[in-house]
Nanobody, 126 residues
Framework: QVHVVESGGGSVQPGGSLRLSCVAS????????MGWFRQVPGKAREGIAS?????????AESVQGRFTISKGRDENNLFLQLNMDSLQVEDSAMYFC??????????????????WGQGTQVAVAS
């Protein structure tokens, strides 16, 4: 069973930066397609960044140029980061990390991903 845990959320002023981290652990895997999603109450979950099995990245238009996704690994875990710069009030949301064993081809659709974390809250306010 794959276990996904996010960290790094918090409060920041508009124009500020935050870094979100995610660890995917579990036995019997080599690599994962991984992505970051976010959701605000009353709205659908939004895919904002993904990185596929070959390291290719994809971003939603809403975060393109401001957010950067990266992936690393050790022998037991996969690590995912999301560097968020020039944060705006509209970026406030619960942020989720997701992982998928098969190739996702950069998908930002949540149904593609099998494993999910519990989320970490990001609040951008003056």
């Amino acid at each position: 069973q794959v276990h996904v845990v996010e960290s790094g959320g918090g409060s920041v002023q508009p124009g500020g930066s935050l870094r979100l981290s995610c660890v995917a652990s579990g036995g019997g895997y080599r690599n994962f397609c991984m992505g970051w999603f976010r959701q605000v109450p009353g709205k659908a979950r939004e895919g904002i960044a993904s990185i596929d099995l070959n390291g290719r990245t994809r971003y939603a238009e809403s975060v393109q140029g401001r957010f950067t996704i990266s992936k690393g690994r050790d022998e037991n875990n996969l690590f995912l980061q999301l560097n968020m710069d020039s944060l705006q009030v509209e970026d406030s949301a619960m942020y989720f990390c997701a992982a998928e064993r098969s190739q996702c081809y950069g998908s930002l659709e949540d149904f593609v991903y099998e494993y999910w974390g519990q989320g970490t809250q990001v609040a951008v306010a003056s």
